[in-house]
């Protein structure tokens, strides 16, 4: 059993950063992929961006990519995701999910077995 509890969430005005944590407990942290989604009101929970179980690949959704950074710490058992240049259109609730199935980072929510509980993310314009 997996548990993950994301914090870093806030209000921001529009250009500003915020950086997302997201502490990690069970498992082999080091042996599964990790990922970030939204979801915002009335919207399908959406992917933004993945990383390997190594650290060593990872991969974002258009409308970040270039923006967003995710990246992990094994021996901390932590996954962050570090947001610049935020646009109001980013605001959601943010999601950390566990792919313990696999090694490899993978963008289909199916895949992932486990999530945390959300951190609200809010962008002013």
């Known amino acids: 059993q997996v548990q993950l509890v994301e914090s870093g969430g806030g209000l921001v005005q529009a250009g500003g950063s915020l950086r997302l944590a997201c502490a990690a407990s069970g498992g082999i942290f080091s042996f599964y992929a990790m990922g970030w989604f939204r979801q915002a009101p009335g919207k399908e929970r959406e992917f933004v961006a993945g990383?390997?179980?190594?650290?060593?690949?990872?991969d974002y959704a258009d409308s970040v990519k270039g923006r967003f950074t995710i990246s992990r710490d094994n021996t901390k058992k932590m996954v962050y995701l570090q947001m610049n240049t935020l646009k109001p259109e980013d605001t959601a609730v943010y999601y950390c999910a566990a792919n313990t199935g696999r090694r490899s980072m993978a963008t289909l929510r199916t895949l992932y077995d486990f999530w945390g509980q959300g951190t609200q993310v809010t962008v002013s314009s």
């Open positions: 990383i390997s179980a190594s650290g060593g690949s990872t």
